[in-house]
């Protein structure tokens, strides 16, 4: 009996270790290559599809277009480029295959604003070469920690001795997998820039509010670059820390907030400064599954960041297995960045305008989640919609507790050329029933009259303002 026993309990440990490995076999894993493979580095189809109207990836951009600057505004490479048709509320059936539930709403409802003008498919994306070769490297390495941290986290703790910094998993297999790829996709190593963001109204007047963003992203640090403080090498080590500092509304100004997540630990490790109070106390709330967002007025949640962000410490939903499917979306939003435009050409009632935007068909991977029993959320099923070249979130949708489509996440993103990295220059989570809708800190142009520029990508914050001692003394200064 014993034996027998023994021999159960060795099988369930077999079990429990696959099921912690999210490592693909050697020859799937040659799928990958910088040139000549089936698959891109970070694992997108690199042929394009059956029609042409996705090319094949051959690199993305290169070099940054002639005229541009470091540091300052982004130029647009395909100046020349004018829509091949348009989706509309009156002819969105013709494109119906290609369209998310969440883009039918708003054309539904928005039918004489709401327009998706849809240019040729421009496949941008990419990256350094390191970050190619360490994604290369991970399809066969990265895993998830074995034994596991406990219940709900099996997919929530990476083997920080597995990986190389890159797209963890680039044959994902899982949603779980999907979604670290998805949060942690490059976009800068470290940065410090001045951030804009609105709340709308159904009326289209809105909010705005300004701060000091400062990242730091441990996980894409060199060996000479890492922060030697406990702070950032406990659990695994530091994966993204943020600290935000509060410029205006006045009422809020000097309000800040830093902290940091772990490869052992998604929950955010967050703490906040009260100039009136003058002391620092730990914010639980901060990055906290539906807690709302920092400045949004309530109108997105703290995991709506990214559009669909890795938040707590546990993991309270269910991931379908990713599907790859062709979408318009938008992309080289390079027209929303000009710092010709501010937030009165911007934001438009009910959605960001439409004659600023471009859309383009490409591949996306599609995520869908549902909330596991035992757990409460604001929103019990959602989806996202990650760009294949980049695993950047670029269309997100959240339904209620009715499971009625409430909110619709879209994202602007395009190749900041001097990192090389798909990021998005701006986002809108709006609100489809009551017609509000509001954005996440960023929107750099907003701030072109007031002599800001875009993130500074060459020099790292000072990692004090990310930990409660800093917090501190900077309180006092």
Not at 47 to 62: F, H, K, M, R
Not at 344 to 359: A, F, T
Request: aromatic share 16%.
């Amino acid at each position: 009996m014993k034996l027998f026993e023994n021999g159960i309990c060795a099988l369930l440990a077999m079990l429990l270790a696959g099921s912690a490995l999210a490592k693909v076999a050697p020859e799937e894993a040659a799928r990958l290559g910088i040139e000549g493979t089936e698959l891109t580095p970070v694992g997108a189809i690199r042929a394009g599809n059956a029609d042409g109207s996705i090319p094949a990836w051959e690199g993305g951009i290169t070099q940054a277009p002639a005229g541009y600057e470091e540091g300052k505004w982004y130029i647009d490479p395909y100046p020349s480029d004018q829509p091949v048709f348009t989706v509309t509320a009156q002819n969105y059936q013709q494109y119906e295959k290609f369209l998310a539930p969440g883009q039918i709403a708003l054309l539904q409802k928005y039918p004489d604003t709401f327009r998706m003008p849809v240019y040729p498919t421009r496949r941008s994306a990419s990256y350094p070469q390191w970050y190619y070769e360490g994604s290369i490297h991970n399809a066969a390495n990265t895993q998830f920690c074995n034994p596991s941290l406990g219940p709900h986290r099996e997919e929530r703790c990476i083997d920080e001795t597995s990986f190389k910094p890159g797209v963890f998993f680039p044959i994902p297999k899982t949603g779980a997998e999907a979604q670290w790829n998805h949060l942690y996709a490059f976009h800068g190593k470290y940065w410090e820039t001045a951030a804009y963001a609105f709340n709308v109204f159904p009326d289209g007047t809105y909010a705005e509010h300004a701060v000091v963003d400062r990242w730091i992203w441990g996980i894409y640090l060199a060996p000479e670059e890492q922060i030697k403080d406990a702070y950032f090498t406990r659990q695994g080590g530091a994966t993204g820390c943020f600290s935000q500092e509060q410029i205006s509304p006045p009422r809020n100004a000097g309000q800040m907030f830093g902290g940091c997540t772990y490869l052992h630990n998604t929950d955010f490790d967050a703490y906040l400064y009260v100039p009136g109070q003058r002391r620092v106390r730990k914010a639980p709330e901060i990055g906290f599954y539906d807690s709302p967002g920092t400045g949004s007025d309530g109108l997105r949640t703290a995991d709506q960041r990214f559009l669909f962000a890795i938040t707590g410490a546990e993991e309270w939903y269910e991931y379908a297995k990713p599907v790859l499917r062709e979408m318009i979306i938008p992309y080289n939003s390079y027209k929303l960045a000009s710092p010709e435009y501010d937030f009165k050409d911007i934001v438009k009632k009910g959605h960001v305008n439409s004659d600023l935007k471009r859309y383009e068909l490409h591949r996306v991977w599609v995520v869908e989640a549902k909330l596991k029993p035992g757990f409460r959320h604001l929103g019990p099923r959602r989806f996202v919609y990650l760009d294949e070249d980049s695993w950047w979130g670029v269309y997100a949708e959240m339904y209620d507790q009715q499971d009625k489509l409430w909110r619709v996440s879209e994202a602007y993103p395009m190749n900041f050329y001097n990192l090389p990295a798909i990021v998005w220059w701006g986002e809108a989570h709006m609100d489809v029933i009551n017609g509000r809708y509001s954005s996440a800190n960023a929107w750099y142009n907003q701030g072109a009259k007031l002599g800001t520029f875009p993130p500074n990508y060459k020099k790292m914050p000072d990692p004090a303002l990310f930990t409660p001692a800093g917090l501190r003394k900077y309180g006092v200064r």
